[in-house]
Structures are given as structure tokens and as C-alpha cells.
């Protein structure tokens, strides 16, 4: 494809993240002819936590090798330190990668099934017309029947040809620390999550095969990350003295306002198009099912500009479980010890809470269970196995 805009691509992917290189890799199986632009060249590093959900891994459908760090077959729910409970899960509910790997593997598979991948190109600008879209990047002209914008959560596409306020985000911060020797085997393959970490929100630790990521985040924002991080770090001994910490932020992006995700020949996915969940802020499942239903909309309408197929798709399969997970975060954190004690604590939906991030229960089905069953549950019942937690 050359840049003086004389050939036309099929679809033109905007961004190689988990969004960009899942959708390129099922649209080339569909056998379309895509073009994938990234800024960056890769492997190239992602601000993120990297914990991968198992729905995730089970919507990819393949073998990570290498690229999977360590599985997660435990998680650490604490609460003001004297709470802390361990949640045993079989088979493993998720697993830890690092960015530049993951990343990097998706965009390998794309382009082993036939897309062509253009390593530092930015998107600039674009124009629609009739049959096609124009689209500048920092390395000339580029057009295509259909946009699709998988850029993240700063989406130059979706400012661009959306406006500046479509998306509203929140601020996370992590640090990776790489401790002493023979913590991180001690630590084992649990994942740890505090609801003392950030006000109105949660801290994490996750393990990868070197290095810890810990990190804050809250669905309502806030500020001061940096100390809350701080202190969060400094209530475990896991954590203490770590050879080398490097620090980093992002944000987040929890919701769509207008709830508009396509403009003619224009669609926003993944992180563009706001779809991170705002109850543990996880966004890498949202983006790779944003993908999927892309592609089975262009599987269905072809790469028409009046398919309103994507947008129903989404309205059907996607935003209900994202709402209901805004409703949950809602829930949790506005009263983090009454959700602690009446629901953390309690095994029937601490079970669930798991299930959530397996995929072996959906958000909807969840917060329907915790409402139906809320008065029974708030009866004195028997806590589960406590573990102190500065046993981590
Ligand atoms: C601190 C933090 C921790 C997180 N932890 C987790 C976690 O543990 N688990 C989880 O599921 N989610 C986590 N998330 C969220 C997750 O990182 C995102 O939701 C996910 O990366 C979204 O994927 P995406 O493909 O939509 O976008 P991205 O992964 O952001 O990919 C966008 C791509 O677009 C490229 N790009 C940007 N601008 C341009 C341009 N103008 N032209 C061309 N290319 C461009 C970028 O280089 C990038 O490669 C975390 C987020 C933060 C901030």
C-alpha cells in the first residue's frame, strides 16, 4: 500500500494494542485486505498492570507460551489488614503478562494471517467521502473503506472526528518493583487486592516472573496517587527494600457519554471508544470484545457506511455488563465496609466476585444475584478462612 493515498485497503486499524491486533487478525482470516498503523515500533512498552482475566485468555483462544508470566489461582482480598481472606480458584482465573510481550505476540499473529502492519505511523487527520475515508498520518496519505480506531485511551481518531469529551477517564498509577530474592516464589500465584490501597477504590499486587506490578486505582478518580501508592506499598513486606521500582500512570477510560461508537465509515474500539470496566478497571477483555464484534459486524453488513450493525452489537453484548459493573463499582466502593463485611466476607459472593473476572459469571447476572439475596446475606453468617495479611 503506498502513502500517496492511490491504493485503497479494506479497513485501515488505528493502533496495535489488544483492540488493533485481534480485530487485523480476524479480518484477515475473513480474508479482507488490512492495514494496521502504529504510532510506535514494537515490541513496544503499555503502561498496564497486566493481569489477564481468563476470559480473556478463553476469548483468544490460544496458547501464550513465553508471554504468560505466571497463572493466578488464588486471590488475596484484604480489607483494614486484620480482614484479609484468601479466594482459592480452580482452574486459574487469570494469568499476569507484560505488555510489550502480549502486545507484540497479538500483532505476530496478525500479521501471520495476512495483515500488514506500518510500525511508526501516527495518525493526523481524516476526511470521508462517498466510498472511502482519507486518512494523514505522519507518514503520508493512507485510504480505506472503513476507519477503525483502536488507538487508546487519548484516541487522536476519536478527538479528532468525535470530539474532545466524548470518553471520561480516571488515573491509575503502578509501580513495577523487583524485590528480593525468593519473594516473588513466596508470594506464589495469588493476585492481591486491597480495598484500603485508594480511597473509594482498590490497590493491587500482581506477580510476573521477575518483577511485582503494584498499583492504585479508583473509578471516581482522585489525586494524590502517588502517596496513596506510598502507603499501600509500605503495609507489605513483599514489598519492602526492592532492588529496583520504576514508576508509571495512565488513565483509564470508564465510559462512553454520548454512548457514540461509529460516525459513517469511522468506528472507536477498545479504550477509544471508552469501554474499560470501572469495578476492578479492567480493559484489556473490553477491547479484544469490542473486536470480536467488529469483525462479526463486518462479517454480517460488510463495509458499508450505513451498517449500524457494530453499534447494536455492542448496545447488546457489551455496555449492559459495563453498566452494571459501573453499578457494582458504585456499590463497593461508596460503602467499602459494609461491601467488606456483608459481601467480600461472605463465601456465596465472594465466589462470584471471582467469577467475574474468570467470565464464569457476568456483571448483569452478578449484581441481580447480590440484590435478590442481600437481605438473607446480611444476616450473621460464618466469615471463610483469614489469613494475616502480613503473611504478604
Ligand atoms: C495503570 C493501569 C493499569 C492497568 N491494568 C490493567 C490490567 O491489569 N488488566 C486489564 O485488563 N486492563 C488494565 N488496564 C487497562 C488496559 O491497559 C487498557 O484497557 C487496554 O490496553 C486497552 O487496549 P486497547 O487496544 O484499546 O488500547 P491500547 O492498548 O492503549 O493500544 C493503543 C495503541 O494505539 C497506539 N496509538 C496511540 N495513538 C496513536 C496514533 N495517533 N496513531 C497510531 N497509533 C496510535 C498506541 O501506541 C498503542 O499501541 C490498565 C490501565 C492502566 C492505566
Redesign the pocket.
Known sequence: MSYDGTDIADVLI???????SHLAWLLARQGLQVTL????NFP?A????????RK?MDLLGFDLGPALHRPIDAAILNFHNHNAIIKEMQPIAACTVVRSEF?KLLLDRACAAGARFLAE???VDASESADAVSVSTSRGVLRCRLLLA???????VRNKLFGKDLVSYVP???AMMWPAPGTLERFGRRALFDFDGMPRGYGWI?PKRDHFNV?V?SPFGGTSLRRHLDRFTAAYASLQQPRRVEYQ????PLANRRQLFQRGRVWL????AGL?EALF?????F?LKSATLAAKAIAEDGLRADSDCYGRLLQRELLPELRAAARMAQLIYRFPKFAFSHLVLNQKINHDFAGLISGDIGYRECLRKTALNLPRWLLPSKPPDSVASDSC
Open positions: 488505528v493502533g496495535a494494542g489488544p483492540a488493533g498503523i502504529d504510532k510506535e513496544r503499555k503502561v498496564c498492570g497486566g493481569g489477564l482475566s480473556s502486545d505511523t501516527a495518525f483502536a488507538d487508546g485511551a487519548a484516541s487522536a491509575a498509577l503502578e500482581f498499583g486505582y500512570g495512565y488513565i483509564i474500539l477498545g479504550d477509544a474499560a478497571g479492567e480493559g484489556i477483555y477491547a
